[in-house]
T-cell receptor, first 111, second 113 residues
Framework: RKEVEQDPGPFNVPEGATVAFNCTYS??????FFWYRQDCRKEPKLLMS???SGNEDGRFTAQLNRASQYISLLIRDSKLSDSATYLC????????????FGQGTELSVKP | EPEVTQTPSHQVTQMGQEVILRCVPI?????FYWYRQILGQKVEFLVS????????KSEIFDDQFSVERPDGSNFTLKIRSTKLEDSAMYFC???????????FGSGTRLTVV
C-alpha cells in the first residue's frame, strides 16, 4: 500500500466551481500534514498546513481526520490560476523529518 | 521572502561522469534535504542532513550519492558516476524543524545522455 494516496486526476472544472481533493495516509505515526501546489516543471510550494481542527485560508479549506487517516482540500470559487497539481504531503517527524509525497492530483480550471 | 537557491538550473552530462548540484538553504534553517522527481512521477525523498551529518536516507541514495555542507551556506549533492536513470529534477529543500514544512528551491534538471 502506498504511504500517501491521492485521488487520481485530472479534475477538469469550470471557473467558479468548488472542487475537493482527498488523500489517505497509511502510517499512523505521521505528525504533520500539508498541501503543496506544483505548477508544471516547477518546485512544490506550500499551500497550507493541515490541522485536526480544520483550517481555512481564503477560498481554501483543509481538514484532517486522524482516526480515518484522511486529509482533504476544498477549493471554492475556483480561478483559472488554480490550475496546477495538488500534492498531499505527510511528515512523520521522526529522524530527519522527511516529507512523503502523494502522486498529486492535477486540476485544470477552464473558462 | 527568504528562498532556497539552486545552481545550475539545468545540467547535461554524459553517462559515467560526476556531477555536483549546489544549493544555498535559507540561512536560519537547520534541516536540509534533497528530493528528486523523475518526469511524470511523484517527488521522492533522497536524503536529510542535520547538524553536519546525514540523519536519514532513502534506498535511492546509494553509494553513488553523497552530500556535503562545505561551508556555512552551501549544501551539495554529488553523483559520482551518473546513469541514464539519474535523469530527473533534483530539488533542494530546507526547514526550521523536522516536523515543519520544507521550502523548496527551483530545482536542477539533470539530463544524463
Amino acid at each position: 500500500r502506498k504511504e500517501v494516496e491521492q485521488d487520481p486526476g485530472p479534475f477538469n472544472v469550470p471557473e467558479g466551481a468548488t472542487v475537493a481533493f482527498n488523500c489517505t495516509y497509511s502510517n499512523s505515526a505521521s505528525q504533520s500534514f500539508f498541501w503543496y501546489r506544483q505548477d508544471c516543471r516547477k518546485e512544490p510550494k506550500l499551500l497550507m498546513s493541515v490541522y485536526s481542527s480544520g483550517n481555512e485560508d481564503g477560498r481554501f479549506t483543509a481538514q484532517l481526520n486522524r482516526a480515518s487517516q484522511y486529509i482533504s482540500l476544498l477549493i471554492r470559487d475556483s480561478k483559472l490560476s488554480d490550475s496546477a497539481t495538488y500534492l498531499c504531503v505527510v511528515n512523520r517527524g521522526n529522524q530527519g523529518g522527511k516529507l512523503i509525497f502523494g502522486q498529486g492530483t492535477e486540476l485544470s480550471v477552464k473558462p | 521572502e527568504p528562498e532556497v537557491t539552486q545552481t545550475p538550473s539545468h545540467q547535461v552530462t554524459q553517462m559515467g561522469q560526476e556531477v555536483i548540484l549546489r544549493c544555498v538553504p535559507i540561512s536560519n534553517h537547520l534541516y536540509f534535504y534533497w528530493y528528486r522527481q523523475i518526469l511524470g512521477q511523484k517527488v521522492e525523498f533522497l536524503v536529510s542532513f542535520y547538524n553536519n551529518e546525514i540523519s536519514e536516507k532513502s534506498e535511492i541514495f546509494d553509494d553513488q550519492f553523497s552530500v556535503e555542507r562545505p561551508d556555512g551556506s552551501n549544501f551539495t549533492l554529488k553523483i559520482r558516476s551518473t546513469k541514464l536513470e539519474d535523469s530527473a529534477m533534483y530539488f533542494c529543500a530546507s526547514s526550521e524543524a523536522r516536523d515543519r514544512d520544507d521550502t523548496f528551491g527551483s530545482g536542477t534538471r539533470l539530463t544524463v545522455v
